[in-house]
């Protein structure tokens, strides 16, 4: 049956998960309205190449008023977060703040369907304030009355990514791999790919709705388990460096003080994130593989594929 075209309006679509949506979007003839920060940037500039995007110019966390900009919309998904703190961009101000707003904008625009990115780990009384606020954020979005659906992922791969290409393009240089602690924390990772299809088949699934959906590959792999397969995939041998938690803690704590005093931008490690390494990060496939009709992934095939082609080998 075909899927009847929609205008989606899409925050954080300059992302790495949201350039994967909107073109998924594209492919299957919808429109992406997407909020902007810098219209002129490459990224935005590529969005718009793709043919199908619309550009509002503007702040989610500035503007007075998002109503007027999603109102027309057949539905709403709310991409936006960060991974560590920097500067005025705090997990509160970015999660919780933020998603108010996008929320208030959708109800009051009289847009019924909304799509929320959220994590795997989510819940109340975790260590991390990542996961705290993700948890108020979907609080804010359950108690909306929108007719919503959540997604958490594990870790996300695909072409472009900032974890699988970092760490190949770190094993050409580096004569070993950091591991902070033992490495045992296991994660599920899904491609980018299954996410983009995922949240655009929510839109017009009615089966989706009031649904929080864990999005993960079948496969539950330690942190050195995924090392080892993405250097196995760029053709390469290193030895793991075990990093204690509590100097890792220290590093991150220096990091957070010099990178947004020095270079204007968030760490390359937190604390937030150490905390989120030493627990697991897997869920359970099935309802989102039964509901979107997924098939099997395989990790270790398909960073081969990419890895390889973007030359980080």
């Not at 260590?127 to 958490?152: M, Q």
């Not at 996300?156 to 240089?173: E, K, L, T």
């Not at 950091?178 to 899904?190: A, N, S, W």
């Not at 937190?270 to 990060?281: C, G, S, V, Y």
Request: glycine content about 8%; overall charge positive; hydrophobic content about 45%.
């Amino acid at each position: 049956m075909a899927v009847q075209r929609m205008i989606v309006f899409v925050t954080g679509a300059t992302g790495f998960v949201g350039r994967a949506i909107v073109n998924e979007m594209a492919r299957q003839g919808h429109v992406a309205r997407c909020l902007v920060r810098h219209p002129e940037a490459a990224s935005a500039q590529w969005l718009r190449s793709i043919g199908n995007a619309e550009l509002i110019k503007g702040d989610l966390l500035q503007e007075r008023d998002l109503a007027p900009s999603v109102a027309g919309c057949d539905g709403v998904i709310h991409l936006v977060g960060i991974i560590a703190e920097a500067g005025r961009n705090t997990f509160e101000r970015v999660h919780v703040e933020a998603t108010r707003r996008i929320v208030y904008a959708a109800v009051t625009a009289g847009v019924r369907r909304y799509i929320h990115m959220s994590a795997m780990g989510t819940r109340p009384n975790a260590p991390s304030a990542y996961h705290r606020t993700k948890w108020a954020a979907e609080e804010i979005v359950r108690s909306s009355g929108l007719d919503w659906t959540i997604f958490r992922p594990s870790l996300i791969h695909g072409p472009g990514d900032q974890f699988v290409n970092r760490f190949a393009q770190m094993s050409a240089w580096a004569p070993f791999m950091p591991v902070i602690g033992p490495g045992t924390y296991k994660l599920q990772p899904v491609s980018v790919q299954t996410v983009a299809h995922c949240f655009v088949a929510a839109l017009s699934n009615p089966r989706a709705i009031g649904h929080v959906y864990d999005l993960c590959g079948d496969e539950q792999l330690t942190f050195v388990q995924v090392l080892d397969a993405i250097l196995a995939a760029a053709g390469r041998r290193r030895p793991k460096l075990h990093l204690p938690v509590k100097l890792a803690m220290t590093m991150a704590s220096a990091m957070e003080f010099v990178w947004p005093r020095l270079f204007n931008r968030a760490p390359p490690l937190a604390r937030d994130q150490i905390l989120m390494l030493q627990e697991d990060n897997v869920g359970d496939p099935r309802p989102a593989r039964e509901t979107f009709g997924l098939g099997p992934e395989d990790f270790t095939t398909a960073i081969k594929k990419y890895i390889q082609r973007t030359g980080n080998t």
